[in-house]
């Protein structure tokens, strides 16, 4: 499938830190068949960081989905059950000192751009935090 099509994929994941692993994979796979293999490293970072969230910090199902909008642009996002908002990204510096709590400001240093939005759809609540790289 060419590059200048647009594409999306959506994997639903169990409530279980194995899913990062599949989630990562998968998203592989998605860009190694549709000729992105150059963004592949820095999607799957993003990928594990965004899934892993939504496994870690809530108690319900998650969502990788992945969109390929021409003429450059992928959007990773993790959906999860929780409507709460993400905790804000602290400066990466002070992130990249602890253990844990990295994951957003890893995300926010990768990504071109990255936001989140409550969600509210036929009785379904949740969030979706997303985030784009271009391809150039």
Request: negative net charge; proline residues 10%.
């Amino acid at each position: 499938m060419p590059e200048n099509e647009p594409w999306e994929y959506s994997l639903h994941i169990p409530n279980d830190l194995r899913a990062v692993t599949v989630s990562r994979r998968t998203l592989r796979l998605i860009l190694t068949m549709h000729g992105l293999i150059r963004l592949v490293d820095v999607a799957e970072l993003l990928a594990t960081e965004l899934v892993s969230n939504a496994v870690r910090h809530t108690k319900g199902p998650a969502a990788l989905r992945v969109r390929w909008s021409p003429p450059g642009t992928l959007r990773i996002g993790a959906w999860d059950a929780d409507p709460g908002p993400p905790e804000p990204p602290q400066p990466f510096e002070q992130a990249a000192e602890q253990e844990d709590g990295r994951g957003l400001a890893l995300v926010r240093a990768c990504a071109d751009v990255w936001g989140w939005q409550p969600l509210a759809r036929e009785g379904s609540r949740g969030k979706y935090v997303w985030c784009e790289l271009g391809a150039a």
